[in-house]
């Protein structure tokens, strides 16, 4: 059993011991570009008191043990919404309406399933909990003909409960995050090498229910395609997938699960491909005269079946930032695109592949910008999230989001959200992308958005956001790419998938959730 991970300050990202002000250098072009206008401190407010009966939380007790029923504010703020700017700033305004009225704290499969039926017995809500990082309103669950809403933190579903050296496979409980489930990978020579923006506090089980994608997903896959079995607790019963590694049994029902968001079954257990530890380790930069240019070299590799194990290239607005400093690129002024390329697997296959694509990339017009573009980035990859806490500090209204389209459609698709955002998040603002997740077909645009708080910076958001969503349905790309549909991207998955998928998405609900308490309100239109 693994050790108790850092709890995330409930109106801010990530370890509160990491929390700091914006660098004096950064604080300068802050207020050069964006004004100062320091918040003040945030306070936590008080919490309503819980609506559950005390009979109900009595048998919770009996069933997991009291210490493993918590109804005190401290736990349930720490369980109220994700850790999307519009999350924090509903907390930092002091406002946990979104508050459950207890958390509760299985430690099994079968614990699970008992909580879901007591749930189901006295309708209550019940919003599985991994680690909190949902950007997309992924964890508020709408009260209305319930009882009261349960926090199903998974934090004591921790093991590793096999690994496969033949068939390369381990088998992970829910409630690992990130660092943890390394760690027991390492320890017996594995890794899975899937490492989100979130992965410092992300969880196994929140990987799979949201098709999580990490910063090595050229090379290793998305999560969903690393998972070849799962177990799930529904209302309904026990669902165990996952004999095979392929069939041709019917749909593939892991599909059903994997980027449910919790509303269809609460996932007990992973099993996913893993591959030996890296022995060695390589990230360099690579520079193009535009975003064109880069990104039709990616969609070369990856046509060529020469990706990396990390690519990712910014456009000319966010290179700016990351090249600021001319030491990176060799003491040449920072223009164009920036590119980082990855190579990660033994001396030799490193070797192999790095040849392969910087050839390819010398013939298409790339300029080699060393190794300290790509360790700059490895080494602060995990920061960004601590940066838009400090913006917000300063008055500056940080956010991202994320959307895939083909390669025949990513020009349109980029010229229309950044139009979209640009006319509405008011002046200053400034609109960057970068492209981090590739394939032979296409890609995903991931953008990120600083501009200067209104009085209502939530308003200013969703505005600026919804002209976005609006503008990706226009371009007929996706909604979402990897962050999830949570509360925030379901006015517009409808338009997506069409009249007849959601009568199919309802259709499941209704069957494996007939009682409705999975995560009501959440992904399902």
């Not at 017009?365 to 500090?393: C, I, N, T």
Request: contains cysteine.
């Amino acid at each position: 059993m693994t050790s108790q991970p850092t709890e995330m300050h409930p109106s801010r990202w990530g370890d509160p011991a990491r929390a700091t002000a914006l660098p004096a250098e950064a604080r300068g072009l802050v207020e050069m570009v964006f004004g100062a206008d320091d918040r003040p401190a945030v306070t936590d407010p008080p919490l309503a008191p819980p609506t559950i009966d005390t009979a109900v939380l009595t048998r919770l007790a009996d069933l997991l043990g009291a210490e493993n029923v918590r109804t005190d504010d401290d736990t349930r703020r720490l369980r109220t919404r994700g850790k999307s700017t519009p999350d924090l700033l509903r907390a930092r305004a002091g406002d946990l309406t979104d508050a459950p009225d207890a958390v509760v704290r299985p430690a099994s499969h079968e614990e699970v399933a008992a909580v879901l039926d007591l749930a189901a017995e006295h309708r209550l809500a019940v919003v599985p909990f991994g680690g909190g990082t949902s950007v997309t309103g992924g964890l508020v669950a709408r009260r209305d003909g319930l009882a009261g809403v349960l926090s199903l933190d998974l934090v004591r579903m921790k093991r590793l409960i096999a690994v496969d050296h033949v068939s390369m496979t381990a088998t992970l409980e829910p409630g690992l995050r990130g660092p943890e489930a390394e760690a027991l990978l390492a320890a017996e020579g594995l890794t899975l090498g899937h490492y989100p923006q979130s992965f410092e506090f992300a969880s196994i089980g929140g990987f799979a229910a949201t098709r999580s994608s990490g910063q090595s997903s050229a090379g290793f896959g998305r999560f969903d395609a690393l998972v070849v079995g799962l177990s799930v607790a529904t209302p309904r019963g026990r669902v165990d997938l996952g004999s095979a590694p392929a069939n041709a049994a019917g749909p593939d029902l892991r599909q059903l699960f994997l980027g449910s968001e919790g509303t269809l079954g609460v996932i007990t257990a992973v099993t996913v491909r893993v591959r030996p530890l890296a022995e060695t380790k390589v990230y360099e930069g690579w520079r193009w005269p535009s975003f064109v240019d880069g990104a039709a070299a990616m969609r070369t590799l990856a046509q060529a079946g020469l990706l990396p194990t990390v690519l990712r290239l910014s456009d000319e607005a966010e290179s700016a930032l990351n090249l600021a400093d001319p030491g990176a690129i060799g003491g040449e002024a920072a223009t164009g695109c920036l590119m980082i390329t990855g190579y990660e697997g033994s001396p030799a296959a490193v070797e192999a592949k790095r040849a392969a694509v910087t050839a390819l990339l010398t013939s298409l017009g790339g300029s080699p910008a060393g190794e300290q573009p790509g360790e700059k980035w490895v080494h602060g990859r995990f920061d960004a999230p601590y940066l838009r806490d400090s913006m917000l500090d300063a008055g500056v209204l940080v956010e991202t989001l994320e959307t895939a389209t083909f390669w025949s459609n990513v020009d349109a698709l980029y010229s229309g959200v950044k139009t979209a955002l640009e006319s509405t998040l008011g002046q200053p603002s400034l609109v960057l992308c970068h492209i981090s997740h590739v394939y032979e077909t296409g890609c995903s645009l991931y953008f990120t958005v600083a501009a200067k708080e209104t009085d209502d910076p939530l308003a200013q958001w969703q505005v600026a956001k919804a002209a976005a969503c609006d503008a990706i349905v226009d371009a007929g790309a996706t909604i979402t790419h990897h962050h999830a549909v949570g509360t925030d991207h379901k006015p517009w998955l409808a338009a997506e998938i069409g009249p007849v998928g959601v009568s199919v998405l309802r259709a499941v609900k209704a069957d494996l959730d007939p009682a409705g308490i999975l995560n009501p309100g959440v992904l399902i239109p």
